[in-house]
Nanobody, 121 residues
């Protein structure tokens, strides 16, 4: 099983980025898929999640990204996306995609390798 994240980069504050995460090795349509982020010295924090097709893809967001970030997924391609708009310097972090049968807490079963997002002020 592999989660391959991409799309990170350098963007100015107020700009946008779209992260992608392609899953392989099994079918994830029934898994919760999500994004977390981590900065040096800090714990990994939840960003957004989207439920499996059995739950009509219900979405969840951390308060600090609500209204700016949008998570979506393509069930046919086992790919999850994170559209990030109105980026702020505090959004800079390594972003990790993850998948889990339940999607509770932060100890998810599968993790991607992370993609770096840098936001300049």
């Amino acid at each position: 099983v592999q989660l391959q994240a991409c799309g990170g980069g350098l963007v100015q504050a107020g700009g946008s980025l779209r992260l992608s995460c392609a899953a392989s090795g099994r079918t994830f349509s029934d898994y919760v898929m999500g994004w977390f982020r981590q900065t040096p010295g800090m714990e990994r924090e939840f960003v957004a999640a989207i439920r499996g097709s059995w739950s009509s893809g219900k979405t969840y967001y951390a308060d600090r990204v609500k209204g700016r970030f949008t998570i979506s997924r393509d069930y046919t391609r086992d790919t999850v996306y994170l559209q990030m708009n109105s980026l702020k310097p505090e959004d800079a972090a390594v972003y990790y995609c993850a998948a889990d049968p339940l999607g509770s807490g932060t100890r998810w079963r599968y993790w991607g390798q992370g993609t770096l997002v840098t936001v300049s002020s």
